[in-house]
């Protein structure tokens, strides 16, 4: 899958502007999802953001959302704005590893505090929830090594520690 010229554009709203294009239908919350979809599909091999692909839920969510803006009924103020879920938090019937091999095939099978909040947060915000994020073992980072990352336009981000995957994700999937 390649990434398409507006994929870019798309990726690159804040989700308050994202959410304002999908509420007006100027934009489908599908159509953003799918965006941030052929973004990962392409950066992820570098990247390493995601452990747990999971865009069929991320699609569906989009397509809920999108079937209630068409019947005109009330949505949050983040309709159809992918968000990720740190890999920590255990989500029902997808792969939680909490980045360690111990749990490189663990499927819980209820979600886990804080997921179990997320359906409200989806219900009262319309966040399309999207892949898990990285986490280092057990969120133990036993090498503790900073990442400078240079962007085109000459800014600098230097991250470390946990934060390096998380910043790597935010950059890479806007």
Request: charged content about 30%; overall charge negative; some cysteine.
């Amino acid at each position: 899958m390649s990434i398409k010229s507006s994929d870019n554009e798309i990726c690159r709203m804040d989700a308050l502007t994202l959410a304002r294009r999908i509420k007006a239908r100027n934009l489908s919350a599908l159509e953003a999802t799918e965006a941030v979809l052929r973004r990962m599909d392409v950066l992820e091999p570098h990247v390493h953001a995601f452990c747990t692909p999971a865009p069929e839920h991320a699609r569906a969510a989009a397509r809920s959302i999108d079937a209630k803006l068409a019947k005109g009924e009330a949505v949050g103020p983040l309709a159809g704005v992918p968000v990720g879920i740190k890999d920590l938090v255990a989500t029902k019937g997808i792969r939680t590893v909490m980045g360690s091999v111990l749990y490189k095939d663990f499927v819980p099978d209820e979600d886990d505090i804080v997921a179990s909040g997320l359906p409200l947060l989806d219900e009262v915000t319309g966040a399309v929830r999207r892949p898990v994020v990285h986490d280092n073992d057990l969120l133990l980072d036993l090498e503790q090594r900073d990442t400078i990352e240079q962007f085109d336009d000459g800014r600098r981000l230097v991250v470390g520690g946990d934060e390096k995957r998380d910043a790597h994700g935010g950059a890479a999937y806007p």
